[in-house]
């Protein structure tokens, strides 16, 4: 099975600073069509899941342009220019390539 | 607009069986995956399977093969996840969610999601 381990678990930023997340694979996640199937799904308290990032880099319409994907087969990173206050929530990375798994989440809270 | 819209909250019995729904609109039911997602109190998401509603085609999980059933039906846009016996383990939110965009093999938007309540 594909393990995707996030670090860190918990991250703590002040309004207006950058955050960072990293996603490791236990496996490379380019599949044999040439893609990469790396997904970043964003968790809001009491809601839903939602959608960020699909295929590494590509963002959803809506997603505002301070979140960004990147990497490459193992090692994925999600990035936030500027915490806002609506940010607040879990954020899960989730592959494709092997049937699907997700990280453990990282929880993003205010400082 | 795409919606996916599941049924209500849920208590029921260990032992009772349950069938819970994720009804569709505003694209074509029978053309893309539909995946369902456990989350456990407090707990991450954890991927259950998926279902093609244009042929019925299922996969489950290693996890949740045997434990659950997905089901279809196109002349309603309606996704089913059902248990014949429920546990209390099975206490969690259960999410709908549709392939997006074709072939992607990716997944998004996502149902309000349903609890489900298990005790005796």
């Given at each position: 099975?594909?393990?995707?381990?996030?670090?860190?678990?918990?991250?703590?930023?002040?309004?207006?600073?950058?955050?960072?997340?990293?996603?490791?694979?236990?496996?490379?996640?380019?599949?044999?069509?040439?893609n990469?199937y790396?997904n970043?799904?964003?968790?809001?308290?009491?809601?839903?899941?939602?959608?960020?990032?699909y295929k590494?880099?590509h963002?959803?319409?809506?997603?505002?342009?301070?979140?960004?994907?990147?990497?490459?087969?193992?090692?994925?990173?999600?990035?936030?220019?500027?915490?806002?206050?609506?940010?607040?929530?879990?954020?899960?990375?989730?592959?494709g390539?092997?049937?699907?798994?997700?990280?453990?989440?990282?929880?993003?809270?205010?400082? | 607009?795409?919606?996916?819209?599941?049924?209500?909250?849920?208590?029921?019995?260990?032992?009772?069986?349950?069938?819970?729904?994720?009804?569709?609109?505003?694209?074509?039911?029978?053309?893309y995956w539909?995946?369902?997602?456990?989350?456990?109190?407090?707990?991450?998401?954890?991927?259950?399977?998926?279902?093609?509603?244009?042929?019925?085609?299922?996969?489950?999980?290693?996890?949740?093969?045997?434990?659950?059933?997905?089901?279809?039906?196109?002349?309603?846009?309606?996704?089913?996840?059902?248990?014949?016996?429920?546990?209390?383990?099975?206490?969690?939110?259960?999410?709908?969610?549709?392939e997006s965009p074709e072939g992607s093999r990716s997944f998004d938007?996502?149902?309000?999601?349903?609890?489900?309540?298990?005790?005796?």
């Amino acid at each position: 099975d594909v393990v995707l381990t996030q670090s860190p678990l918990s991250l703590p930023v002040a309004l207006g600073q950058p955050a960072s997340i990293s996603c490791r694979s236990s496996q490379s996640l380019v599949y044999s069509d040439g893609n990469t199937y790396l997904n970043w799904f964003q968790q809001r308290p009491g809601q839903s899941p939602r959608r960020l990032i699909y295929k590494v880099s590509h963002r959803d319409s809506g997603v505002p342009d301070r979140f960004s994907g990147s990497g490459s087969g193992t090692d994925f990173t999600l990035k936030i220019s500027r915490v806002e206050a609506e940010d607040v929530g879990v954020y899960y990375c989730m592959q494709g390539t092997y049937w699907y798994t997700f990280g453990q989440g990282t929880r993003l809270e205010i400082k | 607009e795409v919606q996916l819209v599941q049924s209500g909250a849920e208590v029921k019995k260990p032992g009772e069986s349950l069938k819970i729904s994720c009804k569709t609109s505003g694209y074509s039911f029978t053309d893309y995956w539909i995946g369902w997602v456990r989350q456990m109190p407090g707990k991450g998401l954890e991927w259950m399977g998926i279902i093609y509603p244009g042929d019925s085609d299922t996969r489950y999980s290693p996890s949740f093969q045997g434990q659950v059933t997905f089901s279809a039906d196109k002349s309603i846009s309606t996704a089913y996840l059902q248990w014949n016996s429920l546990k209390a383990s099975d206490s969690a939110i259960y999410y709908c969610t549709k392939e997006s965009p074709e072939g992607s093999r990716s997944f998004d938007p996502w149902g309000q999601g349903t609890l489900v309540t298990v005790s005796s």
